[in-house]
């Protein structure tokens, strides 16, 4: 399963952008899909995710701003966000597997896999 993420951009403080991150194969059976994000000179570090069941997880800095949604059938993972801050400023990934299972301290999957995006460059400026 190969992932591809698109959407990012430059936007100016206060406004959105929505991430899409489509599945070359079928992710309807990944526990947990989501999104990451690394900005220069720090790590990468979970922005949302969300399991087969719908149960979703935040990072405390974006939560009420972004919303994380999964179409099984169409197999994308879409990140909306909003109200977009400069610390927003980062390179966005998206995953499916083990990773994010691990940052939600959910069940991964019972055969490992663990697939990542290339990342998305979002950059919030006026």
């Known amino acids: 399963v190969q992932l591809q993420a698109s959407g990012g951009g430059l936007v100016q403080p206060g406004g959105s952008l929505r991430l899409s991150c489509t599945a070359s194969?079928?992710?309807?059976?990944?526990?947990?899909v989501g999104w990451f994000r690394q900005a220069p000179g720090k790590q990468r570090g979970l922005v949302a995710g969300?399991?087969?069941?719908?149960?979703?997880l935040y990072d405390i800095s974006v939560k009420g701003r972004f919303t994380i949604s999964r179409d099984n059938a169409k197999n994308t993972i879409d990140l909306q966000m909003n109200s977009l801050q400069p610390e927003d400023s980062a390179v966005y990934y998206c995953?499916?597997?083990?990773?994010?299972?691990?940052?939600?301290?959910?069940?991964?999957?019972?055969?490992?896999?663990?697939?990542w995006g290339k990342g998305t460059l979002v950059t919030v400026s006026s």
């Open positions: 995953n499916a597997g083990e990773t994010t299972a691990q940052a939600m301290g959910v069940p991964g999957p019972a055969l490992f896999m663990d697939y």
């Open positions: 194969g079928s992710i309807f059976d990944v526990n947990a």
């Open positions: 969300i399991t087969v069941a719908g149960s979703s």
